[in-house]
């Protein structure tokens, strides 16, 4: 929300799936041989937002 200026509420529906129901990704493993991913999420959601933003919507 904070990223893209989003004022609105967010409501959950309970009633509904909250995920796909098997998650394939797990890093678990690489976290324990010592990898660390390079940019922390929030950055990476905010550079994405940024490249869409410009790219896909001619805006900067």
Not at 24 to 53: A, F, R, S
């Amino acid at each position: 929300m904070s990223i893209v200026g989003y004022r609105g509420n967010i409501i959950f529906d309970s009633s509904k799936p909250d995920g796909v129901i098997k998650k394939l990704l797990n890093v678990d493993i690489m976290l324990d041989l010592g990898w660390k991913p390079k940019i922390e999420m929030q950055k990476g959601i905010k550079e994405t937002y940024n490249w869409y933003k410009k790219i896909v919507l001619n805006k900067e």
